[in-house]
């Protein structure tokens, strides 16, 4: 049975070498929210991330991310595993060294297949929705 949390939010925590596997987590806001050393594999449902830093985690995209939202967002050496970024919004995030796997869409548009993406900011990818 997985673990359900929903409506949280959260702020101004640090969440460090974890692995979030086998978890729900839907409804639910991160403000100033620092992720270091984290694999990102449970399922996401309306989560809205604002002003988080996502430093050395490794992101496994899937069907079981939904409707998620990067704002404002820092990401320093992060890999993402993407199939689809639909239904993922960015807006206003700087990523720094990271290393990308797969098809990014801009604007619903498949725009990019990159494997190190750096510098970027002010950028919006993804669905609005």
Request: glycine share 4%; aromatic share 20%.
């Amino acid at each position: 049975m997985k673990s359900i949390k929903g409506n949280l939010i959260v702020k101004n925590k640090l969440f460090k070498n974890a692995y979030l596997h086998d978890k729900k987590i839907y409804n639910s806001i991160f403000i100033n929210c620092v992720f270091r050393n984290i694999t990102f594999s449970a399922e996401f449902s309306k989560v809205k991330f604002k002003n988080c830093k996502f430093q050395s985690c490794i992101f496994e995209f899937d069907s079981e991310w939904r409707k998620i939202r990067f704002i404002e967002c820092s990401f320093t050496k992060n890999l993402f595993f993407p199939k689809t970024f639909k239904h993922i919004y960015f807006k206003s995030n700087t990523f720094y060294k990271n290393l990308t796997s797969g098809n990014i869409l801009e604007n619903n548009k498949f725009v990019y297949k990159v494997k190190g993406i750096k510098d970027i900011s002010q950028i919006t990818w993804g669905d609005h929705y």
